[in-house]
């Protein structure tokens, strides 16, 4: 393990790693520095953060991530689950474990099939098509703004269209739902915040309990009308199914066809609600940065943005504005744009939404390559996907965009090691959303890269507030923070793209 002091631990050691990192960087950049700091430590490690913080073990090797995910799936942290609560009520996918996950896993899981989802591509056309008058409006006003409080409310109106059927608008007026989930979201945390009055602010509980009642009742009127409707339209759910929730109410239709009783068993009705606000937090979440950072690439890179506007003129034609009717005609068209994937792809690895908090276990030891062991109990185990996304033992040139690695054949140097590709985990316990969320990227790719051109207003920002700290990590200006959205939420400009 790194430097450790008999009073300090290791706090004098994370000082020192983070002061050279700017104040608000996303905290998984500290693994990666470690590493960076001490190479010869190796990829899996302690970190003695108390009294401030939990102990914890660093894993971001192939094998250990393997043993974590997949041959013995550990527990999430109770931290998530606390950090949760407020959303979804203790009935989230992300913190269920045993037979009650499987069983709500096995429910929702159709509606995330590649196949089903193909079938509500038009929502999600329809949601960029607005996304993009947004961009046009910003085009002719020529003003600054900031990137993800529209991709906020792009992905927030396509979860809400592919979920519920729900127009929700938050492009263009707010919405009660979206607000307090919104709302609920500032409010939120982990439970292990060093400030006692952020610990344990009593607004929080009210805050939490009104917005919890503001969410429940948008979400129960959607149920209630879905499952009248499917439960009159019986027999012709092919004409009814128009979103995951659909999908979801036909099948408890059918599987209760011989009840007489009427109405919804309130115990469905309450894991259903529940994980709808669940999917509206992280389906909407994670993929806006994500977009944010596409938006980041080709508005920095312009020899991949002429690429990925020749892919698309191949498969669309020329005329950039007749690629929503061809979506819309024919879906799987999307499927057909290989270096659009890459570049999705690659943004994903280096600048992932997420990591990874689990609870050890007794007498559950991680292994890593040298078959040293690294015991769990009483530790936090930290999967850090940052942090093996830019280790040079699995990938050639880590700190390049490089999105040809996506598309060179097994053995070559550039293709990705296996195991060392997590942006949406792997296991049982993967993401349920990723078929979703590449898909809506490629959409708005197909929709919006040929018709803008973004350039990042950092520089004239940073002069306007004369900084002069540290702005950047691994080079780049628009590092993660926060909620793994780059700084500042991507403050840019855009014009209509000339040609």
Same mark, same amino acid.
């Given at each position: 393990m790194p430097p450790w002091n008999p009073i300090l631990g290791h706090l004098y050691f994370c000082y020192k790693i983070t002061s050279k990192l700017p104040k608000d960087a996303h905290p998984n950049y500290l693994p990666d520095m470690v590493r960076r700091e001490l190479p010869d430590l190796g990829p899996n490690f302690y970190l003695d953060t108390w009294p401030f913080g939990p102990q914890?073990? &660093? &894993?971001?090797?192939?094998?250990?991530?393997?043993?974590?995910?997949?041959?013995?799936?550990?527990?999430?942290?109770?931290?998530?689950?606390? *950090?949760?609560?407020?959303?979804? =009520?203790? *009935?989230?996918? &992300?913190?269920? =474990?045993?037979d009650l996950w499987k069983t709500w896993r096995g429910v929702f899981n159709p509606g995330f099939s590649a196949t089903y989802l193909m079938s509500l591509t038009n929502g999600i056309v329809e949601e960029t098509e607005q996304f993009c008058t947004k961009l046009h409006q910003l085009s002719r006003s020529k003003r600054l703004f900031r990137m993800k409080d529209l991709t906020d409310n792009l992905t927030m109106d396509i979860i809400g269209r592919i979920?519920?059927?729900?127009?929700?608008?938050?492009?263009?007026?707010?919405?009660?739902?979206?607000?307090?989930?919104?709302?609920? &979201?500032?409010?939120?945390? *982990?439970?292990?915040?060093?400030?006692?009055?952020?610990?344990?602010?009593?607004?929080?509980?009210?805050?939490?309990?009104?917005?919890?009642?503001?969410?429940?009742?948008?979400?129960?009127?959607?149920?209630?009308?879905?499952?009248?409707?499917?439960?009159?339209? =019986?027999?012709?759910? =092919?004409?009814?199914?128009?979103?995951?929730?659909?999908?979801?109410?036909t099948a408890y239709l059918s599987d209760n066809a011989s009840r007489s009783h009427p109405d919804m068993d309130n115990t469905f009705k309450k894991f259903t609600m529940n994980q709808i606000k669940l999917f509206l937090f992280s389906g909407h979440d994670t993929t806006s940065s994500t977009v944010c950072y596409i938006f980041y690439i080709l508005g920095t890179k312009h020899n991949i943005l002429a690429k990925v506007r020749g892919e698309h003129d191949s498969i669309f034609g020329p005329d950039a504005s007749r690629a929503a009717s061809f979506i819309t005609a024919n879906p799987p068209l999307i499927n057909q744009l290989p270096y659009t994937v890459a570049v999705i792809k690659e943004v994903l690895r280096m600048f992932p939404a997420v990591s990874g908090t689990r609870i050890g276990e007794r007498d559950f030891d991680v292994v890593d390559e040298e078959g040293q062991h690294f015991p769990t109990q009483d530790f936090l185990v930290w999967d850090v996907i940052q942090g093996i996304h830019r280790d040079p033992t699995y990938w050639q040139r880590p700190e390049e965009f490089i999105p040809e690695r996506w598309l060179v054949a097994p053995g070559h140097p550039l293709h990705p090691v296996k195991g060392a590709y997590r942006p949406f985990s792997h296991g049982p316990r993967n993401c349920i959303g990723q078929e979703l969320a590449m898909m809506e990227m490629k959409v708005i790719m197909v929709l919006a890269a040929r018709q803008f051109d973004i350039a990042l207003a950092y520089e004239e920002l940073d002069q306007a507030n004369k900084i002069n700290e540290i702005r950047t990590v691994y080079g780049e200006r628009g590092y993660q923070v926060q909620r793994a959205q780059p700084q500042g939420d991507l403050p840019c400009y855009v014009a209509k793209a000339v040609g």
């Open positions: 914890i073990l &660093v &894993v971001a090797s192939t094998k250990a991530l393997h043993q974590i995910t997949q041959e013995h799936s550990l527990q999430k942290h109770p931290g998530l689950r606390y *950090f949760l609560q407020p959303i979804a =009520e203790g *009935f989230d996918l &992300v913190t269920m =474990e045993g979920v519920m059927n729900a127009h929700l608008g938050s492009q263009v007026h707010s919405n009660p739902l979206v607000d307090g989930l919104r709302m609920q &979201v500032k409010w939120c945390t *982990f439970g292990a915040d060093a400030n006692p009055f952020t610990r344990y602010n009593p607004l929080r509980l009210i805050i939490h309990r009104y917005n919890t009642k503001r969410m429940n009742k948008c979400v129960t009127r959607v149920i209630d009308s879905r499952f009248t409707e499917l439960r009159s339209d =019986e027999g012709n759910t =092919e004409k009814s199914n128009k979103s995951i929730i659909d999908l979801v109410l």
